[in-house]
């Protein structure tokens, strides 16, 4: 299965509330990424949280881990319409470099205008 | 920024062809990774290669082969496409392979008929 699970699988929101998403996953892990994913194009990078950081921001995105429950939250604030995607998280063992990297299947975000 | 453009959009190939899928990076990055991207199983690594000419099996490796003649270009080749191999082709490149992000190219969907 994979190391990491997201969790809604689907979430649809308002424009202008706050997104939450989970992801929780196995093993240890050297650091944990998410990934947005327009419908039918690459991914891209949003933030990466290494294992000894508890909080990281970027812009109006929040991130969070908790390496003691093994799970991570991406929280999109005053999300918009162009915030819909789908949102993976990706996890890095300890050991091995970026082949190791394992994502998850997902959550799917709406943003109705 | 960094780029990485895969050659199709879109391929609609027949059983039993050879198929090429491209991909090229203009950041010098060492890493390249070919994915497949299938729903409800998130991302599988097929190969990566570490260096010009160097490359390693991913997870699911079988069915394909890749190229890397010089530094900025992957190939992913599909000896004989199989309707099974009908999937989002994702290619990626990163600077290092340990605590770093990927950069994606924006996907080739393969249909194999």
């Known amino acids: 299965s994979q190391q990491g699970e997201e969790d809604p699988q689907a979430l649809s929101i308002q424009e202008g509330e706050n997104a939450t998403m989970n992801c929780s996953y196995k093993t240890s892990i050297n650091n944990l990424q998410w990934y947005r994913q327009n419908s039918g194009r690459g991914l891209v990078h949003l933030i990466l949280?290494?294992?000894?950081?508890r909080e990281k921001h970027s812009g109006r995105l929040r991130v969070t881990l908790d390496t003691s429950k093994k799970s991570s939250s991406l929280l999109i604030t005053a999300s918009r319409a162009a915030d819909t995607a789908s949102y993976f998280c990706a996890t890095a063992p300890n050991s091995g470099g970026y082949q190791k990297v394992t994502f998850g299947t997902g959550t799917k975000l709406q943003v109705i205008p | 920024d960094v780029k990485v453009t895969q050659s199709s959009r879109y391929l609609v190939k027949r059983t039993g062809e050879k198929v090429f899928l491209e991909c090229v990076q203009d950041m010098d990055h060492e890493n390249m990774f070919w994915y497949r991207q299938d729903p409800g199983l998130g991302l599988r690594l097929i190969y990566f290669?570490?260096?010009?000419?160097?490359?390693e099996k991913g997870d699911i490796p079988e069915g394909y082969s890749v190229s890397r003649e010089k530094k900025e270009r992957f190939s992913l080749i599909l000896e004989s496409a199989s309707t099974n191999q009908t999937s989002m082709y994702l290619c990626?490149?990163?600077?290092?392979?340990?605590?770093?992000?990927?950069?994606f190219g924006q996907g080739t969907r393969l249909t194999v008929v």
């Open positions: 949280i290494r294992s000894n950081e």
């Open positions: 290669s570490y260096d010009v000419k160097m490359k």
């Open positions: 990626a490149s990163s600077l290092r392979l340990t605590n770093t992000e990927a950069f």
